[in-house]
């Protein structure tokens, strides 16, 4: 059998195994992580210290009855939870999780597809997720779910651009879209978010807005909204739409570690001689970097109280977009200069 | 093309993915419903009119719009990005001048209220 596929094959089994424990883990954290922050046990009963609660919801999601709204428009209500999983699961092809490594004397890189788009590609498809959340709140044929999901399209498509201009302004200085060059750029100089700390703001308050999170989760709005673009959705199609939450979050989360936080690699730390264990390593550092990521989801969750909607749209036009495109020139005429 | 297949191949995990939690829910849970629960989720009392039957705000359609002006900005910066080293001073200026064309439309839309919500 051809060594190429085999190598792909493993690279794609171990980055779907990853994605697909996001979900269970993050559910433990943000419930054990917000009970922390309002000092209250939490879920505690099952297992030490609650950690088969994910198990539990589990079993809750096949038993629960699946209702589809005689309202609602079928085929558009039953394709959108799988549209939600869609940019959530791909976009993470592009990330390189660990150093290059070789097998049967070739070399390869540690990212699922080498494809000269790269971070492009993520772009592309991550903005996939606004058609899942219109389909969803439309086809519901429920009125708080329509306003969510107008919410929700209007914010995603707003907040977009200026994390698009703060990830070219990354793209600038390293010349190619290939995220393990820009990993590589990050270790010959430093991380980006040192270089870039005004792109690296942008991008972060972007990052809370595409995942639809607190401060900017207007989608959902529970004290408004009911759940947003989900309010009809019960059973396993919600536990589709949570999980493509989490992992869209943790993709993010990835992608900016990746472009400001300098991905697989540690300063000083040269994994790339050590074999095996150097992708190990790698790979160990990246998830390190992704899970403190996502505990600060967990926190800001717990700090910032909800923007209201003015207050959004103008944070995303009237001083996001500008910053961004502010950053893009500053950082291209330091490049330009040679400063970077 | 084949740097793409992954793509594909997550595609439908994703895909196969639900499909088997949704039928492994439909064999486990139990069936049928009462038909009050098919009614849009709203205050109890049964609903007078349908979320297809009211409009939206005009803003959302101005907020989309406004996207697609910028976006396509965006799309001609990221040749322009990836080449920077190439292009050098001639790309620079160019670019500068590109974006001031652009910066002259958004104080334009600024001014024009356009960004206002309320």
Redesign the interface.
């Known amino acids: 059998m051809n060594v190429d596929v085999v190598v792909?094959v493993a690279?794609?089994a171990v980055v779907?195994g990853l994605l697909?424990q996001v979900a269970p883990i993050m559910v433990w954290v943000e419930r054990r992580g917000s009970a922390m922050m309002q000092d209250r046990p939490g879920p505690n009963r099952l297992g030490p210290f609650g950690l088969f609660q994910a198990l539990a919801d589990a079993v809750k999601?096949?038993?629960?009855?699946?209702?589809?709204?005689?309202?609602a428009d079928k085929p558009l209500y039953l394709m959108a939870?799988?549209l939600a999983?869609?940019p959530?699961?791909?976009t993470?092809?592009v990330i390189p999780w660990g150093p290059n490594f070789t097998w049967d004397g070739k070399e390869y890189a540690f990212t699922?597809?080498?494809?000269?788009t790269g971070v492009?590609?993520f772009l592309a498809?991550a903005s996939l997720g606004v058609y899942s959340l219109v389909m969803a709140g439309y086809a519901?044929?429920?009125?708080?779910?329509?306003?969510g999901s107008?919410r929700a399209?209007?914010q995603l498509?707003?907040y977009?651009?200026a994390m698009?201009?703060a990830v070219?302004a990354v793209?600038?200085?390293v010349?190619?879209?290939h995220l393990t060059d820009v990993v590589a750029y990050q270790r010959t100089n430093t991380w980006n978010c040192l270089l870039q700390p005004f792109g690296f703001l942008v991008f972060c308050i972007a990052a809370f807005a595409e995942t639809n999170r607190l401060p900017f989760d207007l989608p959902e709005a529970e004290s408004e909204l009911?759940a947003g673009f989900h309010?009809?959705y019960s059973?396993?199609?919600f536990?589709?739409f949570f999980q493509a939450e989490y992992t869209s979050m943790a993709a993010l989360s990835a992608l900016g570690c990746t472009l400001f936080l300098g991905g697989w690699s540690l300063p000083w730390l040269n994994y790339e001689g050590m074999g095996w264990l150097g992708v190990a390593l790698g790979l160990g550092t990246l998830l390190a970097k992704v899970g403190v990521c996502m505990f600060v989801f967990v926190w800001v969750r717990w700090t910032f109280p909800r923007f209201r909607?003015?207050q959004l749209?103008?944070l995303g036009?009237?001083f996001l977009?500008?910053v961004a495109?502010l950053n893009?020139?500053a950082v291209?005429?330091m490049?330009?200069a040679g400063w970077l | 093309m084949t740097s793409y297949l992954p793509i594909l191949v997550f595609t439908l995990v994703a895909v196969l993915f639900l499909t088997a939690a949704l039928l492994a829910a439909r064999l486990l849970r139990h069936a049928g419903s009462a038909s009050m629960n098919l009614e849009p989720y709203e205050c109890g009392n049964e609903a007078l009119t349908f979320a297809h039957d009211h409009r939206f705000s005009i803003r959302y359609y101005l907020i989309a719009v406004l996207f697609v002006i910028f976006d396509v900005e965006t799309v001609f910066l990221f040749p322009w990005a990836v080449l920077f080293d190439q292009l050098a001073l001639f790309g620079f200026i160019e670019m500068m001048v590109f974006l001031a064309i652009l910066v002259v439309g958004y104080v334009y839309i600024w001014n024009r209220g356009a960004l206002r919500w309320v």
């Open positions: 792909t690279k794609i779907l697909l999601f096949l038993f629960k009855e699946d209702v589809t709204p005689a309202a939870p799988a999983l869609l959530a699961f791909t993470s092809v699922v597809s080498n494809a000269d492009l590609l498809l519901s044929n429920n009125k708080f779910s329509l306003l107008i399209s209007a498509i707003s977009e651009l698009t201009v070219l793209i600038i200085p010349g190619s879209f009911v309010t009809e059973a396993m199609r536990a589709a909607y003015d749209m103008r036009w009237k977009l500008p495109l893009l020139i291209s005429a490049t330009l």
